[in-house]
Structure formats: structure tokens, C-alpha cells
């Protein structure tokens, strides 16, 4: 009878496996990483109180628990939303997040800073919002398609939140870069929120576009260009990008805003001389703008990151204000990190300034070595892969545009800011996503987590075509 | 589409690869030069933080790292501080500034070597502290002590050479300091100490052994009878003329024996190298000189360890016989004048040397170093740096310096039932300068032990009325006696 009975439950569980089997191994195994991800966020919590007081206590253990909670809650609203979804991305996400708390949060300690004048504080309360807004997010867009519908609006509020921060009343001068805005108690950077809205309407807009732009235009050169019509909303953003970079003082926005730009336009039309055109004006450019910055007073601070670049062990450059002493000191802390690193809490990462959050990879590749630093990287790549994965697969143009712009622009930023403290490339000061100090940049990196992660599960869920 | 994105991956993944370069050049390829620079203060700020290790002498710590409860952590503390101030130096915690064993052997001491790097890996997994290594010296405390007391308020240094091994069992060098005034945590309170050590006559800071470069003067006559007796042409036997004064060939100088006489020990106006050298007589060993020639004798110098920058750890001064072309350069250089210049140690060593049967030993002051757990990590052994003369040539060059202790010119090193082999020197530096005062030999001259060298500077005190019998010489017995007594 025991016999029967089980036959019978295989044999049911046997006629739905097709279509839930798959899916629920993806998320099981999404679990198994989500556990484990957070148990090396946890070990480093741990770390570092053993590192810097020698002992462990309890005090972000409620923020931990709460933090555990939601990320548990964004896997469970997978579960029921987007079963299909990609399992590595809400894990890697988890994993960059702690990690980037316990070294906020040992910076902290040295700074004996608790409560609201935490930066592990705030940051733990805006992993909360920012994990709130992707569950938001996947609960909201069922289907990525739909934003395809808002592609001149978020053209529109790509400009707005790109230019709110020149406003008078809300925007603030923070560093020297105006890119912040302020509202109440809460700084926050919309120009991190434009990467998202920037990549919908690129791919929006490409979509429609791309025919024309990669069939119709004039030669000239050797090169088609395309028509005044289609290159018109390309301009504009051209002239933002400019803006930004003139007028808010921000490079690395700039920078990437351009980047994200180019990779779309080449992905969705395929002209690789538009791409190296667009290389070689940015080269070119930052070179002319070094130039210029002789003349231009509002751009010296370009002139000064080349030279910093270029000469940051230079006793002058070393001492001057904004020199290249916050740069070799990340490349000290670096150093004396190692192979092996100092470990959690038992370096000096707070020489450095800001090391917090433009400089927390230093201070990660200081207390973890570059073998911590490598691992970092190597979930970065992982990431950046998963994304274009959904690119390839992607079946719909539009699904495949915003998946490569979401993940480029996490590769760029990645690129940017670590190659800037690594000296690939001058310094630009933007974040390192999920693990900088910063409420707007970790919103954005989540809500990127979630429209990738619905993208996947789209995508999964399409009919294939025979290959 | 998927063309272009496979090529934007490509770049993405070259990007990617330029990050993994770049961090892999920066901590590991050129991490010692981003740490050695001096702007880069967190290899200093992590050296409080360690437990140093001690210096150690006989079993007892004369250098050892106190918990502290200022941001230093840990006080330096030298236990009979001046006694031992030449051999541990010192090491300053707000400057991070170090001198001596504490720092030619920083890195054993603060746990940063290369051979610590599998605790530092253990350390990194068990959140242990890291603890520095114990260095253990050769000193030994009787001729410490011995050598100490024996040189008093006298400007110069005394060092004591094991004969079979090099080991240093002594090396002081006056006027000595206390380290401890240096080792404050209070940055006002060492600028002071500092100033004043460095304002003082003496250079109490600098260690005289190691690191004076003296006019050897009749110290030198044993390499040059060793040169003569070498070669092969000369026999202790052979005779030079012997006048009362000399004029050195091409010049107008004239020079004398100390006695301002023909050779004590000559006869029918000959003397023999066994007589010149026992009565340390200039005028046959500038005739002596220029038959051997310069560069007969500057082998023979380099051959005892002379142009050679020996580290015991820390580093010696190069003693230096130049070579010279000059006839009267080379005559007034084989009594050790002219540009001959030597360490206390070097002269040490020479005696150590023709003591050990021609063979120079390297000289060392680090007997092992002990991890935290006890355990040896480095353990001293005896090195040859090469042979300076052969055994018969050494037993000749005794004999000679036994009958000069004995009988010559170095009757105040004698020792009842001892016999001791040695040498005198009293040097020039110049037109009414003090002279410089050496003693350096070995005992027992039959079955040598230990040898030794005494520097006595600024002519101590007596101008130049002072010699290396009167001054030098009963400083080396004291400290003989000392040790063969222990």
C-alpha cells in the first residue's frame, strides 16, 4: 500500500516537473547562495569587532537581522514573481552590501562615531530602503516591456535629476562636486538614479531608431553620419554629459553617463566607428579639457586629477590642496594590505581620506589583501556577466538593450572608480557599487538588481527559438 | 545585436583585466617601495602595536618592550642601559628612529622578516597579535662589564673577539649613553635627550668599535710582517739597517723610532723584523715596507678583512689600507700612518686571526633568534671569511708579539702565568694632534681564546705624552685577566 502511495505522489509530482522543477531549483539555489552570503556578511561583522576591540558585541546585531529579513524578502517575492529570475545576482548584491557595512562600520569605530553620525548607520537604514524599492520595483514591473512605454520620460527625468542639483534651494555643495541635493536629513545624489532612467531611454529610444540610425545617413569621411532627426536626442545627451562634467564638477558621472551612451548606440546599431569616434572624443577630450582648464578656471579641477595622475608621488602634487595626497595614501594602505591583507578591523584604512566610501576598496584591499580584492572584483565580473548573459538571450531588443546598459554601467562605474584608485586611470570620485557609503548609489544598484532580475526571468520565460 | 555585445564584453572583460594588473602590481610587486616610503606612516604606526621582542645577554633581557597604557602600547626598556648601549643602540618610538642591533635587527625584533611571514599567515587566521622575535647576542656580560669599567671616562672602545668562532664577548665604546632617555613616549622629552647627546663632546651616540676609522699606527706592523713573511723572501731572521733617523726617500722628512733611537735589539747597525716589531720600530719597518711594496701588503691587509664591509649585523666601517705609489707613502704606511685607517674590530680581528692559525673568522654579535614560542629560528654559526697567512707564518707572528708583551714595547699587558701575545700602537694624527692609543692582542698566546683590541681616542686625555704601553695596554690586561678568570 506504502508502495502505491508513493508511486502515486512521484507520478504527479512527475507531470508538473517541466514547468516547476526548473524554477524552483534556480531559486533553492538562489538560497543556498543567499545563505551563505550572508554568513560572510555576518563573519565580517564579526571580524571586525574582534579586530578593533577584541571582542563581540551586539550592537548592529538588530540591524543585521533586519537586513537578513529583507534580503530573505526580496528571494521570497522572487519566488512568487519571478520564479525563473537569474540566482546569482540577489546573492552578489547581498555579499557586496555586508561586506561594504563591516568596513564602513570599522571606519566608524575609529572614528568612535555611532547613531545618526554613522555612516554604517545610515547605510544599513538605506540597504533597507534601497532593498524595499527593488522589491517595489519587481512587484510593480511585471513585465520589463512596459517600461518601454515611458522612453521619452525618462529622457526627460534623466535631465531633470541630472540638473536638479544646480537648483538653489535644494542643491548642496558637497566636495567641491554639486551633484547632491538635500532634502530633510537625507543627502541624496539623483544623478545615480539618471544611470537607471539614462539606460531605459537609450534602449527605448534605440530600439525605434536603430534602423535609421544604422541604414540612412550621409557619408562623409569614410563614416556615416546619421540624420539631424535621429541625432538630435543623442546631442542632447552629448551636452549633458558636458554639462556635467563643466558645471557640476563631475567627472566620473560625466564620464559615465557617456560610457553607458556608447555601448548602447554600438550594441544597438553596430557601428564601430561611431564607438571609436566616441572613444577617441572622450580621450581626446579629456585632454583638451586638461588643456583648457589653463584658461577655464571652473575645470581646473581636471587639470589637477591628470597631474595627480600623472605625478602622485611628486613632493608638490603630494602636498598641494586636492593633490594626489588622498591617492597615495590609498596606494600605501594598499600596500601594506598585501597579499594577505591585514585582516578585518587590523589595518589603517582611516589614514586615508574618505575611506569610507570614494576610497573603501582601498580599505577593503588593505584589511583583505588582494586576495579579498580579488574576490571583489571577480563578484563584480560575475555580475557584469549574468547581466550580458540576459543580453544574449535576450529575444527582444529592447530587453537586451537595457540589460547591456544596466550591466555595462555597472562595469564602468566598477571600472572607473577602482581603476582610478588603482591608478589605471585618474582619479573621478565616483562609488563602488553596493559597497560605498552612499543612500543614492546603493538605491540605484538595487533597483538595477531588480529590473536585471526581472529581465531575466522575461527572458527565461520566452519561447525559444530553435538554434 | 549579440555580435557587438560579445566584442562590448570583450572590453569589459579587458577592463576588468587592467583592474587585476594594477592591484596585483601595487600590493604585491611594488609593495616594499610603497612601503619604505617615508610619507607612508602605517608600517611605523603598526610597529607600537607589536610586542617587540627582546635583546638578550646570557639568558637576561638588557633590551625588552613593557606594556604601556599611552597610544604607544609598549615601553622600550634597556636594563643597565649604558653598559650595553654600543652593542642595542637605541630605538625611538616617536620617531621611529633606531640605531645598533635594534636596528640592523628591526625586522627579527618587530616580526617582519621574511621567515616570519608563516606566523604573520597564522596571525591573519587566528586574529593573534603579532609578537616579535628574541635576538639573542654573543655578548658576554663578564667582558661586557670587564671592558666597561676597564676603559672609564676614556674616549675610545674595547672590543673582544672569540679566536675559534668571531663571536664579539665585548664591544664598548665611551662615552656611552642611556638609551632609555631616548626611549620616551614624550616627543619634548626626546628632542631634549637627543640634543644633548648630540651637542655632547664624544659623539656618545656613534659606536667608536664599529664605526671610528683610526690611524692604526704600529698596530699595522703584524700585517706587514705577515706580508714580508709570506712572500717568502724574509724570514723573522732577515736584518734591515738600523739608523737613528731616516729620510724618507724622495722628500726632505725625516723620521725617528719612538725612542728617537737606532732600534732597541739591533747590532752592528742591523736589526732583524723579529727585533723591529718586538721594540716597534719604525724606521726598519718603512725599509721593510718599500722591499715588500704596496701592494704585497695591501693583499695581505685585505686578506685579514682590510677594504672588506663586514656586517655583525649592523654594518662596519671599510678600514681602509688605499695602496699608495709614492715611495715615502708606502715607507711611512707600513707603521700605519699615511691614509691607513682602521676599526677597533678590524684590529680585533687581526689579532684574532694570526691567534686562530691565519684563519679569519666573520665576526658576529647574534647568537640565534627565538620566536615567541621558543622556538630557534636562526641559530649562529661559525663562518670563515678566508686565510690570512699560513699556520707557520701565524705562530712566527705570535711569537714575535708574545716576546713584544713580554720583553718590548707591551710590558704592561703582561698577565702572571698567562701568556699573552700583543701589540702596541701609538699613532699620529697630525701636527700636534693627540695621538691615537692601541693595544690589541690574545691570550693565552699558547692556546689563544680570545682577542682583543682597545682604542684609546683624543689621546686620552694625556695629548702626546701618552702611549699604547701606558694608557692602552693595562685597560686589555684588565680585561684579559677578567675573562680568562671567569
Given at each position: 500500500m506504502a508502495e502505491s502511495t508513493r508511486t502515486g505522489f512521484v507520478g504527479t509530482m512527475t507531470s508538473v516537473v517541466p514547468r516547476i522543477r526548473m524554477p524552483r531549483r534556480l531559486r533553492n539555489l538562489e538560497l543556498g547562495l543567499l545563505v551563505f552570503a550572508f554568513a560572510i556578511d555576518v563573519a565580517a561583522e564579526v571580524l571586525v569587532q574582534l579586530g578593533t576591540k577584541g571582542q563581540i558585541d551586539g550592537s548592529l546585531a538588530f540591524y543585521g537581522i533586519a537586513l537578513g529579513v529583507l534580503a530573505f524578502g526580496l528571494h521570497i517575492t522572487l519566488r512568487f514573481t519571478a520564479p525563473d529570475a537569474?540566482?546569482?545576482?540577489?546573492?552578489?548584491?547581498?555579499?557586496?552590501?555586508?561586506?561594504?557595512?563591516?568596513?564602513?562600520?570599522?571606519?566608524?569605530?575609529?572614528?568612535?562615531?555611532?547613531?545618526?553620525?554613522?555612516?554604517?548607520?545610515?547605510?544599513?537604514?538605506?540597504t533597507a530602503i534601497a532593498i524595499v524599492c527593488a522589491i517595489v520595483v519587481l512587484v510593480v514591473v511585471r513585465n520589463h516591456?512596459?517600461?518601454?512605454?515611458?522612453?521619452?520620460?525618462?529622457?526627460?527625468?534623466?535631465?531633470?535629476?541630472?540638473?536638479?542639483?544646480?537648483?538653489?534651494?535644494?542643491?548642496?555643495?558637497?566636495?567641491?562636486?554639486?551633484?547632491?541635493?538635500?532634502?530633510?536629513?537625507?543627502?541624496?545624489?539623483?544623478?545615480?538614479?539618471?544611470?537607471?532612467?539614462?539606460?531605459?531611454?537609450?534602449?527605448?529610444?534605440?530600439?525605434?531608431?536603430?534602423?535609421?540610425?544604422?541604414?540612412?545617413?550621409?557619408?562623409?569621411?569614410?563614416?556615416?553620419?546619421?540624420?539631424?532627426?535621429?541625432?538630435?536626442?543623442?546631442?542632447?545627451?552629448?551636452?549633458?554629459?558636458?554639462?556635467?562634467?563643466?558645471?557640476?564638477?563631475?567627472?566620473?558621472?560625466?564620464?559615465?553617463y557617456f560610457g553607458l551612451f556608447l555601448a548602447v548606440i554600438y550594441v544597438a546599431t553596430g557601428r564601430t566607428s561611431w564607438a571609436l569616434m566616441g572613444v577617441a572624443a572622450l580621450v581626446g577630450g579629456a585632454f583638451a579639457v586638461d588643456w583648457l582648464s589653463s584658461v577655464l578656471p571652473k575645470l581646473g579641477y581636471v587639470h589637477g586629477r591628470f597631474e595627480n595622475w600623472l605625478h602622485p608621488f611628486s613632493q608638490h602634487q603630494y602636498d598641494s590642496v586636492g593633490g594626489s595626497g588622498q591617492l597615495v595614501q590609498g596606494l600605501f594602505g594598499l600596500a601594506h594590505g598585501g597579499l594577505l591583507g591585514t585582516g578585518l578591523g587590523q589595518g589603517q584604512p582611516y589614514i586615508t581620506p574618505v575611506a569610507d566610501s570614494d576610497y573603501i576598496v582601498a580599505s577593503i584591499g588593505e584589511e583583505l589583501g588582494l586576495i579579498g580584492l580579488f574576490a571583489i572584483l571577480g563578484l563584480y565580473m560575475i555580475f557584469v556577466a549574468r547581466a550580458f548573459r540576459i543580453g544574449f538571450a535576450s529575444e527582444d531588443d529592447f530587453g537586451k538593450l537595457l540589460a547591456v546598459g544596466l550591466g555595462f554601467v555597472v562595469a564602468l562605474q566598477t571600472f572607473v572608480v577602482i581603476g582610478g584608485i588603482t591608478r589605471v586611470i585618474p582619479v573621478t570620485g565616483l562609488t563602488a557599487p553596493f559597497l560605498a557609503a552612499g543612500g543614492s548609489s546603493l538605491v540605484a544598484n538595487w533597483v538595477i538588481s531588480a529590473l536585471l532580475l526581472r529581465l531575466s526571468d522575461t527572458v527565461r520565460n520566452q519561447p525559444r527559438q530553435a538554434s | 545585436m549579440n555580435r557587438e555585445l560579445k566584442r562590448v564584453s570583450v572590453v569589459v572583460l579587458m577592463m576588468f583585466v587592467a583592474l587585476f594588473v594594477a592591484s596585483s602590481a601595487i600590493q604585491v610587486g611594488y609593495a616594499d617601495a610603497l612601503g619604505n616610503d617615508p610619507r607612508n606612516t602605517r608600517a611605523i604606526n603598526d610597529s607600537y602595536n607589536v610586542q617587540r621582542g627582546s635583546i638578550i645577554v646570557d639568558g637576561k633581557a638588557i633590551a625588552?618592550?613593557?606594556?604601556?597604557?599611552?597610544?604607544?602600547?609598549?615601553?622600550?626598556?634597556?636594563?643597565?642601559?649604558?653598559?650595553?648601549?654600543?652593542?642595542?643602540?637605541?630605538?625611538?618610538?616617536?620617531?621611529?628612529?633606531?640605531?645598533?642591533?635594534?636596528?640592523?635587527?628591526?625586522?627579527?625584533?618587530?616580526?617582519?622578516?621574511?621567515?616570519d611571514f608563516f606566523t604573520r599567515l597564522k596571525n591573519t587566521f587566528t586574529g593573534k597579535h603579532p609578537q616579535g622575535n628574541s635576538v639573542e647576542l654573543t655578548i658576554d656580560p663578564v667582558a661586557q662589564r670587564a671592558a666597561f669599567e676597564a676603559l672609564g671616562n676614556l674616549q675610545g672602545?674595547?672590543?673582544?673577539?672569540?679566536?675559534?668562532?668571531?663571536?664579539?664577548?665585548?664591544?664598548?665604546?665611551?662615552?656611552?649613553?642611556?638609551?632609555?632617555?631616548?626611549?620616551?613616549?614624550?616627543?619634548?622629552?626626546?628632542?631634549?635627550?637627543?640634543?644633548?647627546?648630540?651637542?655632547?663632546?664624544?659623539?656618545?651616540?656613534?659606536?667608536k668599535a664599529i664605526t671610528d676609522l683610526n690611524p692604526p699606527g704600529s698596530t699595522f706592523k703584524p700585517v706587514v710582517t705577515s706580508a714580508a713573511l709570506s712572500s717568502g723572501k724574509y724570514t723573522k731572521d732577515s736584518t734591515f739597517p738600523n739608523?737613528?733617523?731616516?729620510?724618507?726617500?724622495?722628500?726632505?722628512?725625516?723620521?725617528?723610532?719612538?725612542?728617537?733611537?737606532?732600534?732597541?735589539?739591533?747590532?752592528?747597525?742591523?736589526?732583524?723584523?723579529?727585533?723591529?716589531?718586538?721594540?716597534?720600530?719604525?724606521?726598519?719597518?718603512?725599509?721593510?715596507?718599500?722591499?715588500?711594496?704596496?701592494?704585497?701588503?695591501?693583499?695581505?691587509?685585505?686578506?685579514?678583512?682590510?677594504g672588506h664591509q663586514f656586517e655583525i649585523p649592523m654594518t662596519v666601517s671599510t678600514s681602509q689600507y688605499p695602496g699608495y705609489d709614492d715611495p715615502a707613502e708606502v715607507a711611512q704606511s707600513a707603521f700605519g700612518q699615511q691614509s691607513d685607517r682602521a676599526t677597533a674590530l678590524q684590529i680585533c680581528m687581526d689579532s684574532a686571526a694570526i691567534a686562530n692559525g691565519g684563519v679569519v673568522m666573520e665576526p658576529n654579535l647574534v647568537e640565534s633568534v627565538i620566536t615567541p614560542d621558543l622556538q630557534k629560528q636562526q641559530q649562529f654559526s661559525p663562518t670563515e671569511y678566508g686565510r690570512a697567512t699560513s699556520e707557520s707564518v701565524a705562530k712566527t707572528v705570535t711569537q714575535m708579539m708574545v716576546r713584544g708583551v713580554n720583553e718590548g714595547t707591551?710590558?704592561?699587558?703582561?698577565?702572571?702565568?698567562?701568556?699573552?701575545?700583543?701589540?702596541?700602537?701609538?699613532?699620529?694624527?697630525?701636527?700636534?694632534?693627540?695621538?691615537?692609543?692601541?693595544?690589541?692582542?690574545?691570550a693565552p698566546a699558547d692556546n689563544p681564546d680570545i682577542a682583543i683590541s682597545v682604542v684609546v681616542e683624543d689621546g686620552g686625555g694625556l695629548g702626546q705624552s701618552g702611549t699604547g704601553n701606558s694608557v692602552a695596554a693595562p685597560i686589555a690586561r684588565t680585561v684579559l685577566e677578567a675573562v680568562l678568570n671567569e
Open positions: 537569474d540566482p546569482f545576482i540577489l546573492p552578489i548584491a547581498t555579499v557586496l552590501n555586508g561586506i561594504g557595512i563591516a568596513e564602513i562600520y570599522r571606519i566608524d569605530i575609529h572614528k568612535a562615531a555611532s547613531g545618526w553620525d554613522a555612516a554604517s548607520v545610515r547605510q544599513i537604514v538605506w516591456r512596459m517600461l518601454q512605454r515611458y522612453t521619452y520620460l525618462s529622457g526627460l527625468l534623466s535631465l531633470v535629476l541630472v540638473f536638479i542639483p544646480l537648483l538653489p534651494v535644494i542643491g548642496t555643495k558637497n566636495e567641491s562636486a554639486k551633484v547632491w541635493i538635500q532634502i530633510g536629513p537625507l543627502n541624496f545624489q539623483p544623478g545615480e538614479i539618471a544611470k537607471i532612467t539614462l539606460a531605459v531611454f537609450f534602449a527605448g529610444y534605440l530600439v525605434q531608431r536603430r534602423e535609421s540610425l544604422a541604414a540612412v545617413g550621409t557619408r562623409f569621411l569614410g563614416v556615416t553620419f546619421p540624420r539631424a532627426r535621429d541625432l538630435g536626442p543623442i546631442a542632447v545627451i552629448w551636452l549633458m554629459t558636458l554639462a556635467v562634467i563643466l558645471f557640476e564638477r563631475d567627472l566620473g558621472t560625466g564620464l559615465l | 625588552e618592550s613593557r606594556p604601556s597604557d599611552d597610544r604607544y602600547k609598549y615601553q622600550r626598556v634597556y636594563t643597565n642601559g649604558e653598559l650595553y648601549s654600543s652593542v642595542t643602540g637605541y630605538l625611538s618610538s616617536v620617531t621611529g628612529a633606531a640605531t645598533g642591533i635594534e636596528s640592523a635587527m628591526n625586522q627579527e625584533l618587530s616580526g617582519t622578516s621574511a621567515s672602545s674595547v672590543v673582544v673577539e672569540e679566536v675559534k668562532t668571531g663571536r664579539i664577548l665585548a664591544m664598548v665604546s665611551k662615552p656611552d649613553y642611556d638609551p632609555n632617555q631616548l626611549a620616551v613616549h614624550d616627543y619634548s622629552a626626546y628632542l631634549k635627550a637627543y640634543q644633548q647627546l648630540e651637542s655632547q663632546d664624544g659623539s656618545p651616540l656613534v659606536n739608523p737613528s733617523s731616516y729620510q724618507l726617500p724622495g722628500t726632505s722628512t725625516v723620521i725617528h723610532n719612538d725612542t728617537g733611537a737606532a732600534c732597541s735589539g739591533g747590532s752592528k747597525g742591523k736589526v732583524s723584523i723579529e727585533m723591529a716589531q718586538i721594540w716597534s720600530c719604525n724606521i726598519p719597518f718603512a725599509e721593510l715596507g718599500l722591499k715588500v711594496g704596496s701592494d704585497a701588503i695591501k693583499k695581505q691587509a685585505e686578506a685579514y678583512g682590510w707591551g710590558t704592561n699587558a703582561r698577565i702572571n702565568g698567562v701568556s699573552v701575545a700583543g701589540k702596541t700602537g701609538t699613532a699620529q694624527n697630525g701636527e700636534g694632534d693627540p695621538y691615537t692609543l692601541w693595544f690589541t692582542g690574545f
